[in-house]
């Protein structure tokens, strides 16, 4: 009877829990020493470490969305960048165009940019005598939310419109509108323009067309109350201005690497 207690203690003691923690011990710190840190040699930049790069590879993917946390890091910078970029040039667009700063301004809604498409149509409709207009462009004005890939020169317009009402006024976006259609009037010679070429075009509006169009604009006003551009002091600065304000925001908003270095009247 000694002999099987004797037996029986042994056998409890050899699979007693002290026993299989420690063997539980021994086996994991034996895996820690096989997959050590110096063996991880794919690192990632958030900390994290693996021993071959199709791991890393998935951890990037579902983490980082497939990206570096230095690539990301860097487009959140150039976004702020370029936000910080935009308002400094919407703000000496706002004060060229005569804005005054006491009055808060608030963004302009739909109703206000159906309206100040009617006004464009109607300057389209009197300069041209032509009642048939296509209005392609007028439907994705209106169209909410604004574009975000810009491929176009009329995405352009458009993202630059959406951005810039909220700082200027009605009255100030007629102008605007104004710019708008005398450059889409010049873009029908180049179709295929790409939107990193509008800064080259709007050379052209400038020394080309524009005097041209203001001259139109005059002719237009002696003769239709709608049209009351021509009252504008020094309409001609005003609109160069404005061409000078949206090559700076295409190049604010990386759409395209070129800027537009032509000087103003007042310069």
């Known amino acids: 009877m000694q002999d099987k207690s004797n037996t029986n203690s042994s056998v409890q003691e050899s699979y007693s829990p002290k026993k299989l923690a420690e063997g539980g011990e021994k086996k994991k710190r034996s ?9 991880r040699e794919h690192k990632c930049e958030c900390g994290k470490s693996y021993l071959s790069y199709p791991a890393l590879y998935t951890h990037m993917k579902q983490k980082h969305n497939g990206q570096s946390l230095k690539n990301l890091d860097e487009q ?10 935009t308002q400094d040039i919407f703000a000496t667009l706002a004060n060229a165009l005569g804005k005054e700063e006491d009055k808060p301004q ?31 462009y007028y439907h994705e004005l209106m ?3 604004q574009p975000t890939d810009v491929t176009t020169p009329q995405d352009a317009f458009i993202k630059f419109i959406h951005e810039v009402k909220g700082v200027l006024s009605f009255e100030q976006m007629k102008l605007i509108f104004l710019f708008v259609y005398s450059f889409r009037k010049l873009l029908l010679d180049y179709p295929e323009c790409p939107t990193s070429g509008l800064v080259e075009k709007a050379n052209l509006l400038i020394c080309f067309q524009l005097d041209k169009v203001l001259s139109s604009i005059q002719k237009l006003s002696n003769r239709n109350y709608i049209v009351h551009l021509s009252r504008v002091p020094n309409l001609r600065e005003t609109m160069i201005q404005i061409v000078l304000g949206f090559c700076n925001w295409l190049y604010a908003r990386h759409l395209t690497d070129d800027k537009l270095l032509l000087k103003s009247d007042s310069d």
Do not use: C, G, H
Not at 32 to 38: E, F, G, L, P, V
């Open 31 to 39: 895996r820690t020493r096989k997959y050590s840190d110096a063996q």
């Open 76 to 85: 959140r910078l150039e976004s702020t960048f370029s936000e910080s970029q």
């Open 106 to 136: 608030a963004s302009l809604n739909n109703m206000d940019i159906y309206d100040l498409i009617n006004w464009e149509v109607l300057l389209l409709i009197m300069e041209t005598d032509n009642k048939d207009i296509r209005l392609d």
């Open 143 to 145: 169209k909410s939310p």
